[in-house]
Nanobody, 120 residues
């Protein structure tokens, strides 16, 4: 069973920065696409950014230019660098990973979430 563990959330003032991490447990399987989602109170879970195993990235318009997604394949770790944070970025942030023997045969795993609160 693969586990994803997020860390790095917390309380930050508007304009501040945080770096989230998501560590995947060791597995015989390969980690393909990874992503960050977020869910604000009373709202649906929304996609923030994705990254392929090769490093291609995609961002939601709301975070373009402020957030950077990256990964370390050797360490099975996903990152989200968040700068110029706004109160509307407040949410629980979740990572996920598509893991399997091949890109066409994967299971999606989710972390437990980490709270990010942007407030003065």
């Amino acid at each position: 069973q693969v586990q994803l563990v997020e860390s790095g959330g917390g309380l930050v003032q508007p304009g501040g920065s945080l770096r989230l991490s998501c560590a995947a447990s060791r597995s015989i399987f390969t980690i393909y696409a990874m992503a960050w989602y977020r869910q604000a109170p009373g709202k649906q879970r929304d996609l923030v950014a994705t990254i392929t195993r090769g490093g291609s990235t995609m961002y939601d318009d709301s975070v373009k230019g402020r957030f950077t997604i990256s990964r370390d394949n050797a360490e099975n770790t996903l990152y989200l660098e968040m700068n110029s944070l706004k109160p509307e970025d407040t949410a629980v942030y979740y990572c996920n990973a598509d893991i399997g023997f091949s890109p066409r045969s994967v299971n999606r795993y989710w972390g437990q979430g980490t709270q990010v609160t942007v407030s003065s």
